[in-house]
């Protein structure tokens, strides 16, 4: 728009230059040859500006690590956020056993790729087990100090093998992971790109604690690590929290790894925690919303987001919705974090602590986003979902 302005302007100047050689003709001639070759020097100047703006406006490297249950749901609807954003390369998605087994959530992040046509992006299968939990020995973990309301792949009313699929609505995929596994992809391309990738985490951190055990300058290779886990002090009456307000089930359900990772040299890390996830819901109005536009993505959210119950966060969709628009994040803290690993009944609760309190071994400062524009996010959710699939 500012280009535009100059150039009339600059029209309009020359314009009136022009009109004191009005009883010259030689002069005329000679001012319009002149003009013309100008505007002609300043279009190829503003074109060539625009395409080295375009050059110099890379677009933000993500690889998305996610539990992918689906279809629909948080983990799905995440990822399409970040593949539909115009800012975003997303140059794979790692897929951990968590809200669901790992091939399941493979088979379903296959056929959420087919049904937007994008393919193109790698779909890497990373861990199906935690590192040291076992799903026995959280059950009886489970008998001496109560019971956990999702347990992800080993909930009792969802279970079924690690090698069978769940039930596909959406149809079984035709195309097929990729023959890497997780950890060496991540390591591979953070060394392809180094210091330019956001990992992306939405799940249990296995496939990070993975990947740093193979190459420990893998956190310091990366740009950033963002992630939905933790919980600190969440302001809410849902029953899953009100007793257990430490307990967040990404970082409880492979407490090891989450160890690991938050106590790695990240160069910058973000934290969605519970306490603000519970300020945002899915609603039926918003599905609704969603559901007028024609795009591949809005169809796919129209036809399979659920609503449970009376609470249905967004919680992987603010993650990825406020890293690519930071403006959504109206408060911040700062905190160091890790997670209790006594095997007593706090296991995989979040531990956290101020900058002046903060232990001996201790990760990067993590910011901690306390509160958020809700109207402005959940604007941004139903246009993003509702705009046609970017093309790689
Ligand atoms: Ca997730």
Not at 157 to 180: A, F, V
Not at 208 to 234: C, H, N, Q, T
């Amino acid at each position: 728009m500012n280009l535009r302005l100059g150039l009339d302007w600059h029209l309009r100047a020359r314009t009136t230059r022009m009109q004191c050689f009005m009883d010259e003709p030689r002069g005329i001639l000679y001012l319009l040859a002149r003009s013309f070759s100008r505007i002609l020097l300043i279009l190829l100047t503003l074109s060539s500006g625009l395409g080295l703006a375009q050059e110099h406006s890379p677009k933000r490297k993500v690889i998305i690590d996610q539990d992918a249950a689906g279809p629909g749901g948080t983990d799905q609807q995440s990822m399409l956020l970040l593949i539909q954003s115009p800012q975003t390369e997303v140059l794979g998605i790692t897929v951990v056993t968590g809200d669901g087994w790992l091939k399941d959530e493979v088979a379903h992040t296959l056929r959420m790729l087919e049904i937007i046509g994008r393919s193109d992006i790698p779909v890497v299968a990373g861990a199906e087990y935690p590192l040291v939990r076992r799903k026995e020995e959280t059950e009886l973990w489970e008998q001496q100090y109560g019971s956990f309301a999702w347990l992800g792949a080993w909930t009792p009313r969802l279970y079924h093998p690690p090698d069978q699929l769940g039930e596909m609505p959406e149809g079984k995929p035709t195309t097929k992971p990729s023959e890497e596994d997780a950890a060496h992809f991540l390591v591979r391309m953070v060394r392809k790109y180094p210091q330019e990738i956001t990992i992306y985490e939405g799940g249990p951190m296995t496939n990070l604690s993975l990947a740093m055990a193979i190459d420990p300058e893998f956190p310091s290779l990366a740009k950033e690590l963002v992630f939905m886990g933790g919980s600190l002090s969440p302001k809410t009456d849902d029953p899953e929290f009100v007793n257990t307000p430490r307990r967040e089930f990404n970082l409880w359900f492979d407490p090891e790894a989450a160890h690991n990772v938050l106590l790695a040299p990240w160069k910058k890390i973000v934290c969605t925690t519970v306490d603000i996830s519970v300020k945002t819901r899915l609603t039926q109005n918003l599905i609704e919303q969603i559901k007028t536009a024609d795009s591949p993505a809005a169809k796919y959210v129209g036809t399979y987001a659920r609503l449970q119950g009376q609470y249905n966060y967004l919680w992987d969709e603010l993650s990825a919705l406020a890293w690519l628009d930071p403006s959504l994040i109206t408060g911040k803290d700062a905190r160091y974090l890790d997670v209790d690993l006594n095997r007593g009944p706090g296991f995989g609760d979040t531990l956290s602590w101020a900058q002046q309190d903060a232990p001996k071994i201790h990760g990067a400062s993590v910011e901690i986003q306390v509160d958020l524009d809700t109207q402005k996010f959940y604007k941004e959710l139903v246009d993003l979902l509702s705009a046609p699939v970017p093309r790689p």
